[in-house]
């Protein structure tokens, strides 16, 4: 029912920033809450960023912490993964991920892949050196 479409990636060069993009369609609910995941050639899927529909709390993984920024604009059901400080490593491809709960997404949800229902097709980061 959900569909997300992520934008906004590219090339840039180390020590560059990129902002991505995730527009959602179909949501029903004011709550539950949307991720950032990378992937990486030949590495596992992991959490980049999270935030819920309602409240203002982020979350991160170390890596990222303190470069990137995850934010969401509720009218537009549209949210953003801005990246400053990019390093070759951040090289991936990104997924958007959303899920629709009427219950409070805990933390340690929030970082599992599991947590989420729906996807997006995501969208290539390449960070030259």
């Known amino acids: 029912q959900v569909l997300l479409v992520e934008s906004g990636g590219g090339l840039v060069q180390a020590g560059g920033s990129l902002r991505l993009g995730c527009a959602a369609s179909?949501?029903?609910?004011?709550?539950?809450?949307m991720g950032w995941f990378r992937q990486a050639p030949g590495k596992e899927r992991e959490f980049v960023a999270a935030?819920?529909?309602?409240?203002?709390?982020?979350y991160y993984s170390g890596s990222v912490k303190g470069r990137f920024t995850i934010s969401r604009d509720n009218a537009k059901n549209t949210v953003y993964l801005q990246m400053n400080s990019l390093k070759p490593e951040d090289t991936a491809v990104y997924y958007c991920?959303?899920?629709?709960?009427?219950?409070?997404?805990?933390?340690?949800?929030?970082?599992?892949?599991?947590?989420?229902?729906?996807w997006g097709p995501g969208t290539q980061v390449t960070v030259s050196s």
């Open positions: 991920a959303a899920v629709e709960t009427r219950l409070i997404v805990t933390i340690p949800l929030l970082y599992r892949q599991a947590t989420y229902d729906y």
């Open positions: 179909g949501r029903t609910s004011s709550r539950g809450a």
């Open positions: 935030i819920r529909w309602s409240g203002d709390s982020e």
